[in-house]
């Protein structure tokens, strides 16, 4: 009896925490029309001189990614306890809401965990913030960018405990650094101190967004050794 009540009071709780979340979602794009988010679904609907950088790792943070900064042992980049590690490609389809940022993908190689959609599926990922209005301008919010189509990706998650009631699946990054690399022998340049002059749809060539070559040469490490660990493949 006690086990069925409290069955009961979890499963309200999770619809509650569902209904809340979908109305936030609704309240957001309905105040924010002016902006343009609530029309952006795609990357394809970025348009360019919409979207400014909001931040870019900067030398006051060069710590955090030299070895004085890094964790100990093997997951220095906290990406070991992921439950699923896949290859994936995204569809470009965005889901933005006030607080998270969705990025649609398809399953093509499952590396670790059983927890994703089959191969060929499609899921969500879903990371703090992304587009944001501030002052009647979008900005973007995250270090790392999006991931775009014509690129595959290596991707650390976590399945979202709301799978069960949600009708998409739905993964949460294991970390906010290097939740996602993309696959390839290409490597990110140096921003520009005046950072906030570069318009989004120039950064396509950006994982992740530095003015200080100290951080900009630790990511492309971190991101190399990743893929030299996770996935290697000659490239071609």
Known sequence: MLKRILDYIYGAFIALLIITTVVIGIIFRINTPNCGISDMKSIADIQPGTIILNYAW??????????????EGNDKYGVDEAQVIAVVSPTGSLDQTESSIGQEFVVKEILKGNEIADIGETA?????????PI???????????????????????????LNEYLEENVYLLQS???????????????LDSNFRNYDFT???????FSITDTVTEALNNARAELLDKYYYKEWQ
Do not use: C, H, W
């Open 124 to 132: 969500y990922i879903y990371q703090n913030f992304g587009f944001y």
């Open 202 to 208: 120039e950064l396509q060539d950006y994982e992740f």
């Open 176 to 190: 906010e650094d290097f939740g996602y690399i993309k696959i390839g022998p290409q490597e990110t340049q140096t």
């Open 135 to 161: 002052e009647g301008k979008i900005e973007y919010m995250n270090i790392i960018n999006l991931m775009y189509t014509g690129n595959d990706y290596l991707l650390f998650v976590n399945p979202s405990p």
């Open 58 to 71: 900067n030398k006051s943070e060069e710590r955090r990614f030299t070895s004085a900064g890094l964790n």
